[in-house]
């Protein structure tokens, strides 16, 4: 992941004629060494959108696979690993309970228990999963 944001960074700063950083800090990563922390990020990264503020008027720029796993419908994910990942949870209907169960659990972790209710974090909070 560095080599490619360092490759862009560079190819972007010789294209818009500029010097300096792109991305704001480091790229971090954090093994997946058990079960417990898999099923988190699973359902964290197939429906952040749910997680994190998004305005309206920026829905439409949310990029998720949650919608291929509901359908069958692979176009983003592999279809080998989605039909893995459905196999591992017992299918469409459990991989989308599973998903939201985790990004209830993720949003009372970080005080929003609700959709509707506004984020009251603070800022301190905000990089943290």
């Known amino acids: ?21 792109l991305f704001q800090g ?11 922390y ?12 749910q997680i994190h503020s998004i ?7 949310v ?3 949650d ?3 509901e359908n069958n419908n692979f176009r983003i994910v592999s279809k080998e690993e989605g039909k893995r990942i459905l196999d591992i949870l017992g299918g469409n209907k459990n991989f989308k309970k599973h998903c939201d169960e985790i990004v ?3 949003r ?5 228990v609700s959709l509707l209710e506004e984020d009251i974090l603070p800022d301190s909070a905000l990089g943290a999963i």
């Open 108 to 112: 009372e972790e970080r005080g929003k």
């Open 38 to 49: 898999f099923n988190k990020i699973l359902g964290y990264t197939n429906k952040n959108y």
């Open 67 to 69: 919608h291929e796993y």
């Open 26 to 36: 480091t790229f971090k990563s954090n093994l997946i060494s058990n079960e417990n």
């Open 63 to 65: 990029f998720a696979s």
């Open 1 to 21: 992941m560095q080599k490619l944001q360092a490759g862009y960074t560079s190819y972007f700063n010789v294209k818009n004629s500029r010097t300096g950083s």
């Open 55 to 61: 305005p309206k008027n920026k829905m439409d720029l």
């Open 104 to 106: 209830s659990i993720i």
